[in-house]
């Protein structure tokens, strides 16, 4: 949060202010930079001229006065500002020196001081429709930064107030009464370095998100071993409980991957689950029509195949939803006297990136085309179409690298019937695609063992289950005690903002440690 | 759940299978159709030839034989169907009569019968993808349905089987060997004139999962009224509870305006929450890092500027998720000696529709930018990015109608610096929005009442609330105890599936009862 502090600058504010705002600049203010209003006309002082004195030039008439200025009490080195007809140019003294450029509008709606975003709740004061488009700097100062990790502030003094919007036509006004000054004449808004460099920069802005801790690293099984060949996947849940580096191992495991196995998680099936409580390690419980925890056995008159004995096809779970749950955690409390079973994980991502790469139009054809999903059963009546590749909308379709692809929906045993105007096309890229996912190299398969939760996300990774014997099956099973059974999962989903947010804290937390 | 039902016809299809599958019919079976493999050449009985019995024509050599005939213990008057290239024409014998053209590898892959979608689990037994793309037709009867809103069904026996993958390569064989003869040679399949009519037609797909009662109505606040002044928006909880119309008639309120309120929802603030028997009877708790069910009361140092007593602008709850929750319920406990803090609740939806009538352009920015939200407080880093405006990417833009959206990501105070690079453009063309949203005739305002229990859909209602004063606000808060409160929400969210779910549900049992 450090990263958005601007602590509060009154004081100094106020002795800056005592700057009459003139093109007569008083010979008691050491000015560092010059005057212009012009578009692309460089002004202030250039990085090599670091406590350069210039004179005010002569302003253009069409533009307003500027009043660019450092603080009084420095005369270090400091970056340059110059402005443009709708922009700021600032240079920093850095090699090679490094230049941004930042419309006023921009800086204006983003201002990060206590009076625009709230100190206590970090929430924002003003909507950015509030700015006024043609909003313009009345005065620009260099001043030192509060903030640790920066030297210098430029302070901004904007030469108009925000939009107001009265209560008889917005029937809300308050942020305004709640901000005090907002909206005033002469706001002042400090932008420290650091923020500067921090919000002009996509891959800052990524990075401050930690946005690689998240993103989704396509696989094929042999990148699920380390060097030496020790699989990544495995952690155990003891050092995960007590060590937050083990947990934000496991977690991104999770997020890169979007697969993980905790060990030794207790298998007791009296009192609490323990399988909640790793739920609420990770994230929350989504509960759905299954109940918020569910279990995997088999039984007589089963209402879904995965409670019988039955092989189950690589699929994902409730692509009847509007959005199916991300994460899917099974833990495997009974698992003995048992043959076969085996869990079976393919990574639907890496598939539709090599189908990007071998046949364009099927990839295209799976991410346009609606495929139905449905349960109808049992009282419930869900149904939801998606697209079996779901494709950022902001992908530049040219680029020579794959689109970023946000999802997967692949789950033929809940399929519905097609549309029936589905193009013939669409049929072969859907053949292409599972042929993909049948390649033996994507396969990942385990044996679940007794106290192991799997945790995998939905909404591209596909599960499947070998069919297996010698569980407590069919109509036998009905008379048997839960201690008695022999294969027993007891499963439930998660959401992934909860996952993302504890990488953050835990990543900024460790990163400072 | 009996539009898919086909029973067991396992009888009959072997009396039928008994015709030798050749060219040359035998005098003992009485042919109600012709044959023919060629493309767009009409077979088989007209609707007016309903019992014309009709010899076998002579193949074209390239295709395979095809034996139509009808069972042999009716001829009354059935559809006709045209075998084409790759697809099925069927006419029906209604007034005027009524075509629909079925490709061969959809039929085939939609087959209802107990072997290809299971009769308990309703899930799928094969793949799409294992239907070979060139499948087609060897012998057509038309058979009496045993669907009892269906008089004929058209029997399809397939000249192959389907494809499949063995274990080493799949991993996954089961649903064969599960499903027995599935891929065998020679499968037949019966589709009732029902499921023809309706699976071939995209409105009667839409008709049978109720999408006109899940759809999203646009609305100013005149909507809002029933003819007669009387609002459309209260519910009375006691009824709701215990009658299930009621029920279905407060969902669907929720779903095609987005807005409902529950009244006389019992206060009690000892023991279990009643807003939690008002989530379960909707839907299902969706819990987030604010807990399953939260408080809204002004309190020192508050997090969040919705637990003051500040007005609170126009807004939707947790943008910074990936998938927010759809559905919020905010349980009004205490309102008592406050003055102001009226809801104000807005459609963004109509609002969005209007920008796009009014500037196209501003929509269609308003659909492209990211927009950024964060929360980075209190011990969370959550960030997400979200266009304004979703559009479903199936809609044409070249329409003369609005296109779908799918969901408003619109709240101001959870904003994140717009990335540097927004073009101009949008700034203007969210501040066309904003206004948009401003205008009176949109917004409805209400004072909620203790008891109330008000929902709304948060992907496309914003909510706002006005300034108050006399709730127990600020330190003195601290030490009151609950039942001194003065104004007090209790909140919770839920996910849109489940209620989709109960209204498709109640909507089939009170249409049959």
Do not use: H, I
């Given at each position: 949060m450090s990263t958005l502090a601007v602590r509060n600058l009154a004081p100094r504010i106020r002795a800056v202010s005592?700057?009459?705002?003139?093109?007569?600049?008083?010979?008691?203010t050491r000015l560092l930079g010059s005057l212009s209003g012009k578009a692309q006309l460089p002004i202030g002082s250039s990085p090599s001229n670091s406590a350069g004195i210039s004179k005010p030039t002569t302003l253009d008439s069409r533009v307003f006065p500027v009043h660019y200025s450092s603080s009084s009490y420095s005369a270090t080195s400091h970056p340059s500002a110059d402005l443009q007809a709708t922009d700021i140019s600032i240079t920093f003294p850095s090699s090679p020196a490094q230049s941004i450029t930042l419309p006023y509008i921009w800086l204006r709606d983003s201002c990060p001081c206590p009076s625009c975003v709230h100190p206590s709740t970090r929430q924002k004061l003003h909507r950015t429709s509030d700015v006024p488009l043609d909003i313009k700097p009345k005065r620009l100062t260099w001043v030192h930064s509060l903030d640790k990790d920066a030297k210098w502030a430029l302070e901004v003094e904007w030469d108009r107030p925000l939009w107001k919007h009265d209560t008889g036509s917005t029937g809300v006004e308050g942020h305004t009464a709640a901000a005090g000054h907002v909206g005033g004449e002469g706001h002042r808004s400090q932008y420290s370095e650091r923020w500067l460099k921090t919000w002009s920069d996509e891959s800052k802005v990524k990075e401050r998100n930690q946005d690689s801790a998240l993103s989704m690293i396509p696989w094929l099984?042999?990148?699920?071993?380390?060097?030496?060949?020790?699989?990544?996947?495995f952690f155990s849940y003891n050092e995960v409980q007590r060590d937050e580096k083990a947990l934000l191992g496991a977690l991104k495991q999770l997020t890169n991957y979007g697969l993980t196995v905790l060990r030794d998680v207790p298998t007791t099936i009296t009192g609490e689950w323990e399988l909640e409580k790793v739920a609420n390690l990770l994230s929350h419980v989504r509960e759905t029509f299954y109940g918020p925890l569910w279990d995997v056995r088999s039984l007589a008159a089963a209402r879904n195949v995965a409670y019988t004995d039955l092989d189950l096809d690589l699929h994902m779970d409730l692509l009847y939803f509007e959005n199916p749950p991300r994460y899917q955690l099974l833990h495997c409390l009974r698992n003995r006297n048992v043959t076969g079973g085996q869990s079976i994980f393919v990574d639907a991502l890496q598939a539709a990136q090599t189908l990007w790469k071998e046949d364009r139009e099927a990839f295209n054809l799976l991410a346009t085309t609606d495929v139905g999903f449905h349960y109808i059963n049992d009282g419930h009546h869900l149904a939801q179409r998606h697209k079996t590749i779901v494709v950022d909308p902001s992908s530049d379709p040219s680029s020579s690298s794959p689109p970023k692809i946000t999802a997967i929906n692949y789950s033929p045993p809940f399929q519905a019937p097609l549309p029936s105007s589905t193009p013939p096309a669409f049929y072969q890229a859907l053949q292409k695609f599972a042929a993909t996912l049948r390649r033996p190299e994507g396969r990942w398969e385990y044996l679940l063992k007794e106290g192991d939760v799997v945790v995998f996300d939905n909404r591209r990774v596909l599960h499947a289950r070998r069919a297996f014997s010698g569980g407590s099956n069919g109509a036998s099973a009905a008379g048997k005690k839960d201690a008695e059974c022999n294969r027993w999962l007891k499963g439930c989903y998660v959401e992934a903002d909860a996952v993302a947010d504890r990488i953050r804290v835990l990543g900024t937390k460790l990163r400072v440690e």
């Open positions: 005592q700057l009459p705002v003139t093109r007569n600049v008083p010979t008691s099984a042999k990148d699920l071993a380390e060097e030496g060949g020790k699989s990544k996947l």
